[in-house]
């Protein structure tokens, strides 16, 4: 965390879990870890290290940066949104 309260590492893992309907134990068992390092990471407290990060992606079949990034990652209903006013 930096002055701010602010995350200094944004991420989606609990919503990657959500989507693959892991629990925090079935996705700590797979990369190695406990438990709470999972809750840890969702909640921005912790950053992993890149080993831990790199297992996490791959457990997801995903790029490490569709997990973490350092920058606020958009809203998924701001994604979904129409772009414009008149588009429906």
């Given at each position: 965390m930096n002055g701010n309260d602010n995350p200094l590492l944004h991420n989606r893992l609990a919503l990657f879990r959500a989507e693959a309907g892991l629990s925090r134990k079935d996705l700590a068992d797979q990369v190695g870890v406990n438990p709470q390092t999972i809750g840890f990471l969702e909640r921005g407290s912790?950053?992993?290290?890149?080993?831990?990060?790199?297992?996490?992606?791959?457990?997801?079949?995903?790029?490490?940066?569709?997990?973490?990034?350092?920058?606020?990652?958009?809203?998924?209903?701001?994604?979904?949104?129409?772009?414009?006013?008149?588009?429906?």
């Open positions: 912790y950053g992993p290290s890149l080993e831990l990060g790199l297992k996490l992606a791959a457990v997801f079949g995903v790029p490490v940066e569709m997990l973490f990034s350092l920058t606020p990652f958009q809203s998924l209903a701001s994604q979904l949104a129409p772009s414009s006013r008149g588009e429906m």
